[in-house]
């Protein structure tokens, strides 16, 4: 039995990744990657190196995530080195516990190696700090696309009046819900957001606006794309350095 390295391989620009990830994907036998890792990585790998895509287009899986899993499974059986690749990192949104689960259910070793979240590396690129003192000492991350089989939603949406910046991972198509909800319990119309799209990358672009204006003015964003909200994203104006340097 092998060992599978679930691995984070950061939000985009592929300085990003950490050096203990681009260690164990130069020493992989197999790399089983998603969408979000940036290709450009898969050519750290050794000669004879075998990849497997199990991505997902705009919430169409290549593979359901049970399959997923028996597909690491799998590979761990049959190679020494199984780097799992994820965007970003594995544990936030990632699924990375669920995968972790069943291997650890299987009696397969495993380690967690953690990525740079693009919940704060896309604002950071997109010169908006989640935190900053006097305007926010707090910032909260949310899924922005729950299950369509869950009874009812699991996001507190009441806790979100008084928090100073929210981002949503993966709420794009959901953007009218959210801007929605958000004024439903308390913040003002013109409250601050933001849409950065394909944030680190060459292809990044940004979006800023109100809560009441952002779904219009974002609506030909390609994802991904994530959702910063909060008064921080008025920094931007002052703190935007990304796209000079493109």
Known sequence: MGKVYLTGAGPGDIELLTLKALRVIKEA???IYDRLANPDILKEAKNGCEFVYVGKEDGRHIMPQDDINEVIYQN???YENVV???GGDPFVFGRGGEEALYLRERD???EIIPG???SISAPAYAGIP???RGIAVSFRVVTGHESPHKKESQIPWGNFKTDDTIIFLMGLHNLPKISKKLIEIGKAK???CAVISKGTTKDQSVVVGTLENIVE????VPTPALIVVGKVVELREQLQWFEENV
């Open 130 to 132: 989640v935190t900053h």
């Open 217 to 220: 003015k974002a609506k030909d």
């Open 190 to 192: 013109d409250y601050p």
């Open 108 to 110: 397969i070793k495993f």
């Open 84 to 86: 799992r690749l994820k």
């Open 29 to 31: 036998d197999v790399v």
């Open 116 to 118: 740079i979240t693009s």
């Open 76 to 78: 761990a059986l049959k």
